[in-house]
């Protein structure tokens, strides 16, 4: 009876610890990031152009699902961030100051690289969605602003560590490029572009 018993509670073990070495399961964590981007306006009217870089941090919750066939890690993950990464610069009509600010961002992305013991090396890219304020303003007070949700893609590579058999770190670098959309401000229609490169950090609770 008691071999049968040590016999049993080594399989256990040996699952429980291959289990660990393993980054198969869901996670949830959050992240923090610190991005770099630019904007471009279109000004209905004028043909000079409004170009402005933007900086800024954001940080947010983030959650996926691994999947791990051999020595190679398929994922999905879906994050939420919220922050600020802007910029500003002279509207054609000088007198004005154009600002571009991102505010929120979504993305949707899949994974896919090596695992090299407890790391993993991937790239990633999917979907991404975002809020933008676009705004004009003068020393004399007058000024007008406009939110608007933007649609575009995201890409990037990253590195994943597992630091203990429930916890993840990751690293990682994300383009993000959004399509054009009209904010309306002062009576002028301006067609808004944005994209912009970031570093994130996070760590996760993997649940298996």
Request: glycine letters at 14%; hydrophobic letters at 40%; one cysteine or more.
């Amino acid at each position: 009876m008691a071999i049968r018993i040590a016999l049993l509670l080594s399989l256990l073990l040996a699952a429980t610890l291959a289990n660990a070495q393993r980054h198969y399961g869901p996670y949830l964590g959050g992240y923090l990031a610190a991005g770099k981007g630019t904007a471009d306006w279109d000004v209905a009217g004028t043909t000079t152009k409004v170009h402005h870089s933007a900086s800024g941090g954001m940080g947010g919750v983030q959650g996926g699902f691994n999947w791990q066939r051999g020595a190679l890690l398929l994922g999905a993950q879906a994050d939420f961030g919220i922050g600020e990464v802007d910029g500003s610069s002279r509207c054609p009509n000088p007198a004005f100051q154009c600002k571009t600010q991102l505010l929120s961002l979504i993305t949707l992305r899949g994974r896919v690289g090596p695992v090299i013991g407890p790391a993993v090396l991937y790239a990633t890219a999917g979907v991404a969605s975002g809020t933008i304020r676009a705004s004009v303003d003068n020393a004399a007070g007058s000024s007008d602003s406009r939110s608007q949700g933007h649609v575009g893609w995201t890409a990037g590579a990253g590195v994943g560590l597992r630091a203990s058999r429930s916890i993840q770190l990751q690293a990682e670098y994300l383009h993000v490029d959004f399509a054009s959309e009209e904010h309306l401000l002062q009576n002028n229609s301006n067609k808004i572009k944005f994209s912009a490169d970031f570093v994130r950090v996070g760590v996760h609770y993997r649940f298996f």
